[in-house]
């Protein structure tokens, strides 16, 4: 009998009529039937053939089934004769049957559990093949395909139907039919993201329905011919897979700022690696100028530009932040601007959407916590240890705490701490509240040296939380990164304060303000964020000087102009980076 062709559900019962076991999988209780079978069909032969039985044997077997009948027997005439029992026999026999029944209620149940893991059993070859996991191995064997698995350009006939003006890869790469970002592909003809490259994939399907044939994988750059189900290679695809993973070598992260050579995007439009502007996909400009003015530091700029330097470590957002830099400086690259989209989404999941694209924030509170994210991310979450942002930026101050005020109000001496810095704070002294004779507001100005005396070591900060403070300079760092407070939030209302600082773009000399540790720190102002308009409707722009040029630009999202340094001496500034030229 085929016992294959039964249900498991069926193959238990006769199992259990057999008086065999009744566990385990479909093709166990099916070689157990067959074991059970061929004895009997011997005995069937030897019947058939006429072979003589053993009379030993039959003589055996009989008195068997009559001793049992008769044991039967006499027990159900005990049954019957014993009245005073007979009530208790058949609560017995009634406990016995509803035992009996949930054991094979429980057996049912645990046969459908068995039956529905087999049905949604997956073949880890076949899921691999479909969803294009293993891409070093060779293309499934069970499909059909003309031929050769890996073909050159020359073999393929659709290379010509490539699209690069449809190809973006600035956005999230995920499926654009599942949103998985599992295996995703990219059709190379009108630039979608689909999932997998088999048969039952989106990017099968894709390839049938629109006749789109070459898609190439996001995370290796190879590239896969749909139906036909072989790979391509060929050279003429090397510009996408660049343009797709930039590479810097030791030299060419030596030439960046050497050169001044203008490249050409797709559309004939000309850019100058670098100099590249950042889409604003709603209200993220507070973060792509806190991004034009990091990259302008150059050893965080020339770490981030190759991928090697920070190999033993792998995150969301130190791999997309490392891809932004690294798409900057493109000189390949098919547009002559980037889409921090896939770089703000990691910035949403790591801060637990605090900074999102949608909704504006303030650019200080991004710096801050952009620099200790990735210094964290790099240390693998110890602080202590040095990264190239603490290598950077990282300075130190001697805070001395009065006796009687904040922490030390239970003190009779001061306290004097250590604290690091990357960021240092300079208060503006309060905007004028009245007009003047002619009705008109008169815009205060103030030297940033006046600002700087904050960290003399003698001027006395008075503050209800902290108590009376006193700070010094112990140790500059190479890159002095400078907020200027500007804005006064509370519950109500956010006011701004239009105070201009006046700073020089280049010869900052702490030496004239506050007493420093080495005996010369002069600084020269490389990046520039300031805020224009309104407390609440203001923009943000960002003033970068190009060293290799000695120009001033401002950037505004996608906008670039270059512009004059007595007109970033003018500006509102919110946030300034100093490079150390004792460098």
């Not at 030390?408 to 300079?426: C, N």
């Not at 956010?494 to 010869?507: C, R």
């Amino acid at each position: 009998m085929a016992w294959s062709a039964l249900k498991v559900v069926d193959l238990r019962s006769e199992l259990k009529k057999r008086g065999l076991p009744t566990t385990g999988k479909k093709s166990e209780l099916v070689a157990r039937l067959e074991e059970s079978d061929s004895p009997q069909e011997e005995e069937q032969q030897q019947e058939g053939t006429g072979a003589a039985v053993p009379t030993e044997q039959a003589e055996e077997k009989v008195p068997v089934r009559q001793d049992t009948k008769k044991r039967d027997h006499e027990e159900d005439q005990e049954e019957i004769g014993d009245g005073s029992n007979s009530e208790a026999k058949r609560r017995r026999i009634d406990d016995e049957a509803t035992v009996k029944e949930e054991e094979q209620q429980d057996v049912k149940m645990q046969v459908i559990k068995e039956e529905e893991e087999e049905e949604h059993k997956v073949d880890p070859e076949r899921m691999a093949f479909e969803h294009g996991e293993d891409d070093d191995e060779p293309l499934y064997h069970g499909q059909r395909n003309s031929g050769k698995l890996v073909r050159r350009g020359n073999e393929c006939p659709y290379l010509d139907t490539i699209s690069r003006q449809n190809l973006d890869f600035d956005f999230e790469k995920c499926c654009s039919v599942s949103l998985s970002k599992v295996n995703v592909y990219v059709c190379l003809v009108c630039g979608k993201y689909f999932q997998g490259r088999g048969p039952t994939t989106h990017a099968y399907t894709h390839s049938l329905e629109m006749g789109h044939h070459l898609f190439m994988k996001l995370d290796s750059g190879r590239t896969y011919c749909l139906p036909d189900m072989y790979e391509v290679m060929d050279p003429s695809l090397a510009d996408i897979q660049y343009v797709l993973n930039p590479t810097f070598t030791e030299a060419a992260v030596k030439e960046v700022d050497l050169t001044n050579t203008w490249a050409k995007a797709l559309d004939g439009s000309e850019y100058m690696p670098g100099l590249i502007g950042y889409n604003n996909m709603k209200a993220n400009d507070y973060a792509n100028v806190v991004l034009q003015a990091l990259i302008r530091i150059r050893p965080l700029r020339d770490f981030f530009l190759r991928r090697e330097n920070y190999a033993h470590v792998s995150t969301p957002l130190l791999e997309r932040f490392g891809e932004l830099v690294r798409k900057t400086w493109n000189p390949k690259a098919f547009k002559g601007h980037v889409s921090p989209h896939e770089f703000m989404q990691s910035v949403m999941s790591k801060s637990g959407k605090r900074f999102r694209i949608d909704t504006q924030s303030d650019p200080v509170e991004f710096f801050s916590w952009l620099l200790n994210a990735l210094h964290q991310d790099l240390t693998g979450g110890k602080r202590k240890l040095p990264s190239i942002i603490t290598q950077c930026l990282q300075g130190e101050i001697e805070l001395t705490i009065l006796a009687g005020t904040g922490s030390a109000k239970d003190s009779t001496t001061d306290i004097v701490q250590r604290v690091p810095f990357l960021l240092l704070t300079l208060d503006l002294p309060p905007a004028p509240l009245f007009k003047d004779a002619l009705e008109k507001v008169i815009i205060p100005q103030v030297p940033i040296f006046d600002l700087l005396r904050k960290f003399d070591g003698e001027s006395i900060q008075d503050d209800v939380r902290t108590g009376r403070r006193k700070m010094r300079i112990t140790r500059l760092p190479k890159f002095l990164a400078i907020h200027v407070k500007r804005f006064l939030k509370n519950q109500f209302f956010k006011e701004k304060n239009p105070t201009i600082v006046n700073f020089p773009v280049k010869g900052l000399d702490l030496t004239k303000c506050i007493s420093v540790p080495a005996p010369k720190a002069t600084y020269d102002l490389i990046a520039n964020i300031v805020h224009e308009g309104d407390a609440n409707i203001g923009c943000f722009k960002a003033h970068i000087h190009r060293k290799s040029e000695d120009v001033w630009y401002e950037f505004q999202d996608l906008h670039l102009v270059d512009v004059l340094p007595q007109q970033v001496v003018l500006s509102e500034a919110y946030v300034q980076i100093y490079e150390l030229t004792d460098m």
